[in-house]
Structures are given as structure tokens and as C-alpha cells.
């Protein structure tokens, strides 16, 4: 499993790098715009030519982009939707630029419509995306969702619905969170829950097309709805996040903590260190399940 966290790009993108370095990272999540205004960001080609020398230089063996929040695919508002699909269309272009290998975003809210109003928004719109994206770029991966107030993704099914809409084309895939799989109500605290969970995907999705984990505790319960991201180990699923991080199927995945770590300015020496433990306590659980079978 690639260890990794969502680190800060303040002060250019190439930035980030030697922030992972730092913590010793082997995976990447960054932002490559405001994840609260839509003006985009623009990266020098100084900036771009340097991340890529110096991710060279490291173990990273994997980066992401996590486009900005305020994408809605499922936007009623006719201005939020064409601003959604420029935003998601320009974080794959940085994604190509800088070489990252996956781009993760929300499809959005459908606000209560339920799935099915939407769906004639969201497949034209990832389709426009998805013409418009270098063939050599970064996957797209639909991220899941805690499912609060008709957030999209709230289960595999509905994840399988967009990507078999939009024809199962190439590198589309998930990126499933932790926090957001046990706020929705999908239990990853057993080995039972998590092998029906990966059966699942396996079957409607595809294993090959979940290409990135998001590892976070949760500050809120089991079937809450609610998202809001606790340290590995210190919120609600606690030391049984080793489950879903110990499973022998998702040991190639670039797994990127998304929490407050010790001071709420994200994961730090400390988070990372906590991460490592339970992702080995997990691998060595999962070991002794399968001897035994
Ligand atoms: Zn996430
Ligand atoms: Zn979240």
C-alpha cells in the first residue's frame, strides 16, 4: 500500500513534493486550485517542469489531484454546471502537465432529485470531460460520498450506474474514503463487511478500476450521512480501520489520509506514524484470516 496524505501546494505545486519527501510519503494528493472560488490557478511552467524533476527524485509512486469542491455535475443552476465542467476539464489538463496519475472529484448533490434527475446532466457533462482529456492524462476517479443532503456516490451501485452510463469507457474510475464508506452506512469494521464490500466492486465496477483509497477516521457514527474526516485511529472506526487497510486486494492502492492531524493543518509525522502501525496491524490480521481458511 502506497502511504501517502493530501499535502499543501502553498508556494507553488511543485511544492508539494518536497513536503511528502518530508514525511516520507509514497503517494500524493494535492490541490491544484482554490477549492473554494472557481478562478483556476495558474502554474508556471517553471512550476510544472519542477514537480516533475523532483517527484523523479523521490519514491512517490503515486499523485493525485483532488479537484475542487465546489464541482456539481448535478447543478440545477445552468452557470454552476458550466463552471463545474471547465473546473473538472482544467484539473485533468494540470493533471497531464505535472504527470499525476489520477484526478478524484464529487460528482456532486442532485439535491434530493434522486440519481435518475440527474444522470442527464452528469454523463454529457463527464463526457465533454472526457473528450476533452489527453489520452495520456490521469484517470478520472468518481470519489464516494457520505450521502449527506443527495451527495452522488453514496453507494457502489450508484458509482456503477454513472460509469456504466457513460460506456465503462478507459481510465474512469472510484476512489472510495473510509469515513464517507462507514458515514454511509457501509460496514468496513468486520472482514465480512469488507470482502462483501470489494465483492461488490468487483462485480459492478471492476477492482481495476478502483485505483485510490482516501484514509480517514470518522468524527461521526456509523450510518450518520455526515461527513467530517477524524486522525487514523481516533475517531469512530478507530483501531478497526486495519480491516479495509490490511486487505490482501488493495495492498498496490495509493492510500492518502485526508485528517486534521495533531494541530488541524493536516496529516503530520505523527498521523503518518499511527497510519503505518494500523496498516500493519491490518496486513498481519488479514494473514492470519486467510491461513486459517
Ligand atoms: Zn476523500
Ligand atoms: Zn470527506
Known sequence: MLLGAHVSSTGGIDTAVDRAEALRLRSIQIFSQSTR?????????????RFR????????????????????LAATDDAVYAKSLKALSSTVGVGAAIGADGVVFHVGSHLGRGLDAAMHQIVPG????????DPDGPWLLL?????????IGVTVEELALIIDE???PEQVGICLDTCHLFASGIDITTPEGVEALLDEVESRIGLDRLRCLHVNDSK?????????????????????LS??????KLQELPAIAETPGSDNRG????????????????????QTVTSSR
Do not use: C
Request: hydrophobic share 35%; net charge positive; aromatic share 4%.
Open 267 to 286: 496529516p503530520d509525522k505523527a498521523e503518518m506514524a499511527r497510519f503505518a502501525r494500523i496498516h500493519r496491524a491490518g496486513v498481519k490480521q488479514w
Open 126 to 133: 463527464l463526457q465533454v470531460v472526457l473528450g476533452e482529456r
Open 53 to 72: 524533476e523532483r517527484r523523479a527524485e523521490t519514491s512517490l509512486g503515486a499523485v493525485v489531484i483532488h479537484a475542487t469542491y465546489l464541482i456539481n
Open 220 to 240: 461521526m457514527t456509523f450510518g450518520s450521512n455526515r461527513d467530517r474526516h477524524a486522525n487514523i485511529g481516533q475517531g469512530e472506526i478507530g483501531k478497526k
Open 143 to 151: 470519489e464516494n460520498s457520505a450521502g449527506h443532503q443527495g451527495t
Open 166 to 168: 457513460l460506456g465503462r
Open 243 to 248: 480491516v479495509m487497510l490490511g486487505h490482501p
Open 37 to 49: 472560488m472557481w478562478r483556476q490557478t495558474n502554474h508556471t511552467p517553471q512550476a510544472i517542469a
